[in-house]
């Protein structure tokens, strides 16, 4: 149960607005436009399942005028029962990144990208969010597009001009991704560039794994257990994935690789008698499913797959490791993966007040026909078209 | 010589238009939006590289109001010096599609896609084009969304519905994808499954390669060679990848991969002393280069790597094949892919009056900043966020 | 348990042998070298399990001296409370398949091919087996090393002849894998092309899938279904892997996609009424486990993961699927695949007579010890080098 | 002229030995068994080519009872026109190796392994190589099998303790490997566990990189651009593949990622006025192919390749990188690839005493009949099967 009481998953605010792929959008009644209706819908996934107090926000869309609205954010997450998680700058969207951010050789682009992400400190240090969180969509898509080292250290200077800006416990997390939408070369391609680049700049500065960003079979919870063992993993974006970064909802494809990644931080936990600092965050594109209802799933199945991952029996898993015995370390693993946790999650939501199925009272409560009367309008004119 | 005078290249009307990632579209002042303009751009790639006689269009952005602006669109075509290409029905963009078209369990839906292909067949009878070009963004994100063999069955029924109303010389291409935007399982992933759709419903359907729609890995030559060998090889749509469905420029990643695609066609036709019929056609994402200009790279990197196939001593190959002599029979591939054919280029280029040297031609022209200016206005106005 | 009745799964007379990667092999003392004890190992396995009631062979391990044999591993194989099952020709290993067997240019070592597998033919009619399995590691390694479509033709003209030696209720698997020992082009190396010769030589020749041999990320389950769909799947070599064909132990990477294969087989069941005619065979390569061990835990995994599979909620499913309810359809498969069904095997197994905890059961046998102390003197001596 | 006089590529030892897959060898008649006959066959390579002046050796085959054979290895050598290049102990083929060597949980194995490697640095002094090459077969095939943390932690271990015995000039090389034999997790996986380790040990110790040795689509001259800026990149291991680690003939499958791979040095070198201090070493599996041809048209291949990459006109890319002319940039490199470097490569083997046609050459001498005549019997022998 105490596991249960010390694991928490940040919302992003941008998993409850209409997106979708490059061929379009689906767009949904009930998907939320505004940073109050994220907000909204964020607070209602947290009164159900009880695990994600935090939402992390986006620069761009939730703070369009920069930090003059953060007493507002603030307020509406607070109304809804939330707090203001991790800020995540944005330098892909607007046209001047065509050819890049940070890496950009044009310099007035790099001020301009390092411009937006001081701001968004500033806005990190008014909500009081510890982390800030960078993923960069920097790269080339041919061959002989770019100096890949020249590339490489203007990432450094910006990176370290970032970190220099940092006060207090605030934390950099510098995420990875192998491509896309970059696709010959993504300048912060894999861990071990994030990890070369984070350790050059800073204390500060800890790497990010999305576990949709990696290469088909990398083993993600050996880079987990790397990363733990260096002192360098600073957090997580979670989804599921079979082919690309396909941003599917978290276990949906292979629920035993999260158990495992789970299992590495909760081994490392039970080997240091002390849990590493680590942020789970949510990162998911909800095409299809209903926005709520996915995230509720998300959270659900993060919850149950860490709380078996805790069951693991560590003692008898070292023991069997230290003798090699292949088959009995590895039911370890196995039995505590198909262990059936229901009733210790249902009895850890009865003595916090929550229900006891949380997916079944979101679907009670009404929010949903309401939300989706009260948004549709707006959400009909949201429509694009890949060409 | 005669080489280059048999291979023609089709260009897609969409290439010239904005397109991007899910992350947005970077905005180029002179992408055209227009049918017309995306006519006149495609004119002009003819104009120079004389290897462009055609354009592929597309149902639902070049004719948004049906057949009725088929002698229009025609005219545009022929003042521009191309023809009308492939017809290619958009059964992915419109909200109805959320689970899919022919594959969706909504029966409604399914006669909607139907009516919106046999519409576009009106449209290909009236262009007098040859070919119906069917991609397929259907299929599920998850495991258990859909039943794989009742989606299949939809499917068989849709395509023996359009079969059936082909007529003259007419065919219809059926292109696979194996993910993206479906996640899970795309309806036709495979050249397998487009084979076995294509061969239940008659003759008239035959499987369209796209290069960038395979498995990391896989060999797609070989499976142009089994297709050849089947007698069901409908057409390309041609891009290179390095990760998923990239659509970057062909030959920009893998030139020898292109090249060894040409080949099998090439030794096919040594073989059987004739040609086999297949519809050659560009299908790229111009989100960063110019998009006039990576049309004409693209047409060259073709043409190019098309007469070096053509140049590989196929007699001399079979015999080393037949002897197993391995490196006498990949020294004939190599030798002919590093072959400097520019003087056969140049040569067959002034014998029809085309500029030796086509994008310099192109450059030259002034036709890029007479269509920015011309332009920039409109597409100022077209950007879109992810979320 | 119904459902456990009906399921068996069958055991590779080789996993029994000392295997290896080509840096080597590790040698276990207790590995069998010999028919009898492979057979003696096999009949352990089912002994414990009750699961598994016959052993593929292969011809050229298990008959070196062809049918004459045939009377004494039969005895052998009863002796152990087993029968023979699926025969596996050998057309791999000897030096005159360097280029090929049945794809190989040369018609005197394809005819050489052809005759292994008629005298084999031979042998699974005097062991009464109705399946002959069959693996080709024909294919090239480089560019040019032959012609693509002659090697699909000779393969056609040797499957014909090896249908036309079946008889009674005999039927001919083919198996495809992409890569390996061929690295650039596999003859037979998809479904797609096991599914084309297969249908051109007769109805007596199905499709094997072996779960290892599919690009990465590739959807099994969705092949499986489709096969399932045109009366064209023979059966399974089941095995695990995380990169290439790792042959690990069934279900150690990923369960929830071996679960999924296995529903697509019960939901076709539930659907049609009757289970398809499907044999589901072994193929592992046990380098590290303990073999006798690892294939106990093998069949197990087998067992429990079917079940789990038999109990989705099937009309739930489809009236879900039919509604596209996208969460409800999901959550069906996911909480049979989480279903606690231990209290059901135990049941099972004791209403059979069987141990309750087969792996334990072995263990307590003392059969491990022994074998180990008879075999250990022979195993000493195999070991090979890589260079 | 000049880049040719200066680029040499090392032979291993090993490429002219029988190797094969897990499946078998294919046994050559004119192998080499001994290392006086790999040091003749490698002798002759570099007789007819001109730039494999040095053999890269393998401890355990050709130094099995230690420093002792240093003298009459040198001589072998010396004698045949060649030097010994680095040294490459084996801590994967011994039994005691089943569950790793350096990373082993067994202290009296990482023991036994690390006093071979301490051998080998012997060997290596008495040689007068530069280079200790290492590669770590270690790793687990199943979750669970080992602690990822603990073996890191043991491998940091051992190479700090190999780092220390050296001496002089010499260095280590770490390589690293995704998958094979390790099927799960291998201990140094990528390029960034072996950065992170070299960089523990000290500043004799350098990445390998093996372009084999990567995920699907991951760029490898990325990888080599970001070890070059941080001064870690020690040597290659060139080959070619098509899936996993194929080894096949260098530039066989995609010669434009090997010509980027040199660009990037080429690249380097020009910026820096100085080229890197790199060893280049071929490591294929010659299984098919004749050994030493298939060593020739490698050595020819990388050589021309390497010229071609010299030929990008530095001046020009600079500044159409530094201007994003994406398709001015991305010509360059693709002019110089496709350049015809026949005529340079020719006065260049002329102006020293060169074969004009080295392989030609070879064919002419006579040395393969000769040696399959001499080697024949004993190759006949050495025939290994898989089960």
Redesign the interface.
Known sequence: MRVLDAFAIELPS?GF????????K??QAGAATTTAEKLADAGEVHRVTGCCPSVAV?VL?DFPNGAAAVDTVKADAARNGVAIGAINPNV??D?CY??GSLGN??PEVRRAALSHILDSIEIQRRTGSRDLSLWF?DGT??????????R??WFREGLAAVHAALSGDQRMLVEYK????A???TDI?????S??LSKSVGSRAKVLVDTGHH?????I??IV??L???DMLGGFHFND????D?D??LG??????VF?IFH?IC??TWEKGQAPDIAYMVDQ?H????KI??MI?TALTAQELFLKAALVDHPA??E?????N??D??????RA??A?VQPVLVEWRKSHGLPADP?AAFRESGYLSRVEKERAERNRQS?????
Chains 1, 2, 3, 4 share one sequence.
């Open positions: 941008w607005a209409n997106t979708g792929t490059r061929f379009g689906f767009i986006h869309w892909f969207q046209q065509k050819h050789p044009d969509a898509n041919f061959p002989g597009s770019g100096s890949v080292r020249a490489k250290n192998p491509f896309e939408p696709f010959y070369a391609a894999d861990w071990g560039m990890y070369i290469y088909q079979a990398q083993n919870e050996q257990a790397w733990l063992d260096e994935r079979r082919y690309a396909d599917l909802t949906s494809i292979d629920p035993y690789q495992r590495e081994y490392f594109s095409n299809l499913k209903n209802e996915e799933q898993l070292a069997h490791q230290k003798k090699t292949l088959i370390a590895e039911e370890c693993l196995k993966f198909f059936d997916m429509v694009a078209s890949y060409a």
